[in-house]
């Protein structure tokens, strides 16, 4: 048989994994005390688990084999269907060697030791259920070949072995193993509004499931009889079910871009899920614009006065003008001499309209940088760490090299960044692109010192990388005066700009800007403008972007004599305002100096932009968002979901742009009230208990599973 079998080589756990071991126990008997089945507890307590050192798999062995003639195979991860329902059948069972990291402490992607060891070994005690999973599997491995009956018995496997719940005197209690050791999963079981259904072979085959999100639905039995009882009928049943046609139109065996689900944070998802689940709750998560200034009706109007310009302009009838705009037109755009005089006035920035292309929205700017500029293969990007996640969920959906960059209340961390830049270099890779916010930062606030950013654009210069500038929030600052542009003091030619309509007009628009005036020489040795070889790719991408709302920009900006300055300024003073009464609320309700539990929690004061940056001295995952949703009615964003690995595991971002004065202080009211609990109850457990083990479980089928 195929498989990786190996040996556990226990002299290869270091002291932190014993530690993380421990930490996770210790949170997993808090956690299933009276509330998870008594026959999971009763294997559990049958197995003597070692708490403070990782487990010995012999030494469950010598305990599993006396209770239940059962073995545990060390395996190094996934292991093909059909070698896994062979080693079950065989009385095997194969468990991960590997353990979490401590990082991964709540949530770990990959299989491992603890939850194939709490979750599901004590359940091979018993004697009835593991009557149900040998059965289950000589079953299973006749139908190994066949990829809809083996998805078709997943479902069965799902809604038992992991999900499952047993009726035990009146008391609904999970035995699963991915419910028992996921409290955020018990949770959902015990809200009223999730159905749990009589255990139903045909219901469990028609029902979907998705292992990396809380389960829709359960299925409870009453006894484990009911398991080994429904497999007499499981394959007259399953049979009807393939005769079916498969009506939820699902493509099996068809995998997309494998980097989707690689390392890919869905923050989003995750955030716009909690808010429409908790929709009283004040979310200070979305950095959205405020729409109180949104002028969408008046601003589309402004199509006319650009085509009376073009009109006067060309000499052409308007009816001519208007289908020209209609018609297919340029990728680089239409109203770049427009952009190129608003750049002028409002952002020193001296470019012409050709070395402009116009973008739908900063995101596809992002997309047409990096594939003109980088090669998979050879070129790095480089990226603040922590940082806003456009940049870098791009390159990794299309696996282009990317490395993170610390930032400290300056900005990026130019020592760092130096550091960096000499050891890419030197292993043979090129950085070739730094993706910078130097204004209020999304995520943290931070903003760049002049000294700094002309530091950067020397780096810039020496090392020979751009610089992609996204300058997003530069106008939106609540000082006396902007700050000068990394493109408007670029004497070297090493930025490229990346500009938004999104916040300073409205996000329907879906308009942004490049502005690149280098030239690169390239393979042949002949100069070409870069701006040039983006537009090769744009017309790849989107052909060009939509001339309708080029010519609404277009005539928004000559209504307004190509600035937004002035039309703005009661939108920047509307949001300083709110900046300032966050500042204030928090103040009031957490007092540093006054308040012993407010004594470790800290928050930046930017001078522009939307977000805040707050530090507490507790662990902050989108457990603490769900908690704090759930029982305070406030939303924040954890930091962590912006670093391209690890960091921010203590700090949260704030975000006040579309909320009232009265919902900010408000929502600050609630946020002082969960911070509050959490420092005071010091109980670790709270916010940790929830062991998410979702994404370790079959995705929709029963392949190369281990557990
Ligand atoms: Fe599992």
């Given at each position: 048989?195929?498989?990786?079998?190996?040996?556990?080589?226990?002299?290869?756990?270091?002291?932190?994994?014993?530690?993380?071991?421990?930490?996770?126990?210790?949170?997993?008997?808090?956690?299933?005390?009276?509330?998870v089945s008594k026959e999971y507890v009763n294997g559990f307590n049958k197995l003597r688990l070692h708490e403070s050192r990782i487990v010995r798999i012999s030494e469950i062995n010598e305990r599993l084999e006396a209770l239940s003639g059962w073995n545990l195979i060390p395996v190094t991860g996934l292991i093909p269907t059909r070698d896994f329902f062979y080693l079950i059948v065989n009385k095997k069972y194969p468990v991960t060697i590997f353990l979490r990291k401590p990082h991964e402490i709540d949530f770990s992607e990959q299989p491992d030791l603890f939850h194939d060891v709490c979750g599901h070994v004590p359940l091979l005690t018993n004697e009835k259920f593991v009557k149900f999973l040998t059965a289950f599997s000589i079953i299973a491995l006749k139908y190994a070949a066949n990829e809809r009956a083996i998805n078709l018995l997943g479902r069965l496997y799902w809604f038992t072995y992991e999900m499952g719940i047993i009726n035990e005197e009146n008391l609904r209690k999970p035995y699963g193993g991915a419910i028992i050791t996921s409290a955020e999963e018990i949770n959902n079981m015990n809200n009223k509004e999730v159905p749990i259904h009589p255990f139903d072979l045909d219901l469990i085959f028609q029902a979907s499931f998705n292992p990396y999100k809380l389960q829709k639905e359960y299925f409870v039995i009453e006894s484990f009889d009911d398991l080994f009882n429904c497999l007499e009928n499981v394959e007259t049943k399953l049979i009807e079910h393939l005769s079916l046609p498969d009506n939820d139109y699902t493509i099996r065996n068809y995998s997309l871009n494998t980097c989707i689900g690689k390392d890919f944070k869905n923050v989003i998802g995750f955030l716009n899920d909690v808010q429409y689940k908790f929709p009283k709750a004040i979310s200070f998560v979305a950095g959205q614009p405020d729409e109180y200034f949104f002028d969408i009706e008046n601003n589309i109007s402004k199509f006319d006065r650009y085509v009376n310009h073009i009109v006067a302009k060309s000499g052409?009838?308007?009816?001519?003008?208007?289908?020209?705009?209609g018609q297919y037109n340029k990728t680089k755009g239409i109203i770049n001499d427009i952009l190129a005089e608003y750049l002028k006035n409002d952002e020193n920035i001296n470019l012409t309209g050709d070395d402009i292309i116009v973008t739908v929205g900063a995101q596809e700017a992002f997309s047409i940088i990096l594939s003109t500029v980088c090669n998979r293969a050879t070129d790095v990007i480089l990226v603040e760490d922590p940082s806003y996640i456009g940049v870098s969920s791009f390159a990794k959906v299309f696996d282009y090299?990317?490395?993170?960059?610390?930032?400290?209340?300056?900005?990026?961390?130019?020592?760092?960044?130096?550091?960096?830049?000499?050891?890419?270099?030197?292993?043979?890779?090129?950085?070739?692109?730094?993706?910078?916010?130097?204004?209020?930062?999304?995520?943290?606030?931070?903003?760049?010192?002049?000294?700094?950013?002309?530091?950067?654009?020397?780096?810039?210069?020496?090392?020979?990388?751009?610089?992609?500038?996204?300058?997003?929030?530069?106008?939106?600052?609540?000082?006396?005066?902007?700050?000068?542009?990394?493109?408007?003091?670029?004497?070297?030619?090493?930025?490229?700009?990346?500009?938004?309509?999104?916040?300073?007009?409205?996000?329907?628009?879906?308009?942004?800007?490049?502005?690149?005036?280098?030239r690169i020489e390239n393979?042949?040795?002949?100069?070409?403008?870069?701006?040039?070889?983006?537009?090769?790719?744009?017309?790849?991408?989107?052909?060009?972007?939509?001339?309708?709302?080029?010519?609404?920009?277009?005539?928004?900006?000559?209504?307004?004599?190509?600035?937004?300055?002035?039309?703005?300024?009661?939108?920047?003073?509307?949001?300083?305002?709110?900046?300032?009464?966050?500042?204030?609320?928090?103040?009031?309700?957490i007092k540093v100096y006054e308040f012993?539990?407010?004594?470790?929690?800290?928050?930046?004061?930017?001078?522009?932009?939307?977000?805040?940056?707050?530090?507490v001295p507790f662990v902050i995952n989108n457990e603490s968002v769900y908690e704090s949703a759930s029982e305070y009615n406030v939303i924040f964003c954890p930091m962590r979901n912006f670093y391209l690995q690890n960091g921010g595991e203590n700090d949260l971002r704030l975000t006040f742009s579309n909320l009232s004065l009265d919902e900010i202080e408000k929502g600050i009211k609630q946020l002082s009230q969960y911070l509050k609990s959490k420092v005071i109850a010091k109980d670790i457990s709270i916010s940790s208990k929830k062991l998410d083990h979702r994404s370790l479980e079959l995705p929709t089928t029963l392949t190369s599973r281990t557990d």
């Open positions: 048989m195929d498989q990786k079998e190996i040996n556990q080589d226990y002299n290869s756990y270091q002291k932190e994994d014993h530690d993380t071991w421990a930490l996770l126990l210790k949170r997993h008997k808090a956690l299933y005390k009276n509330c052409k009838s308007r009816k001519a003008v208007i289908n020209g705009i090299n990317i490395s993170g960059v610390r930032i400290d209340e300056n900005g990026i961390d130019l020592k760092e960044l130096k550091r960096k830049i000499i050891e890419i270099n030197g292993s043979g890779k090129q950085v070739k692109l730094l993706y910078v916010i130097p204004d209020y930062q999304n995520p943290s606030g931070t903003c760049m010192p002049i000294g700094n950013r002309l530091m950067l654009l020397e780096f810039a210069r020496q090392y020979n990388f751009l610089i992609i500038e996204d300058s997003v929030y530069n106008s939106f600052t609540y000082e006396q005066k902007k700050n000068p542009t990394l493109k408007s003091l670029d004497r070297n030619n090493k930025v490229i700009y990346v500009g938004s309509f999104s916040k300073s007009l409205f996000p329907g628009l879906r308009l942004g800007l490049i502005g690149a005036n280098q393979e042949a040795g002949d100069s070409v403008a870069l701006i040039d070889e983006m537009a090769k790719i744009k017309a790849q991408l989107t052909n060009n972007t939509s001339t309708i709302n080029q010519a609404i920009l277009g005539g928004v900006l000559l209504d307004l004599n190509c600035s937004l300055s002035e039309s703005s300024r009661p939108k920047f003073e509307s949001y300083k305002r709110k900046r300032d009464q966050m500042i204030s609320s928090l103040q009031k309700y012993d539990w407010a004594c470790d929690i800290k928050w930046n004061e930017p001078n522009g932009g939307f977000f805040i940056k707050m530090s």
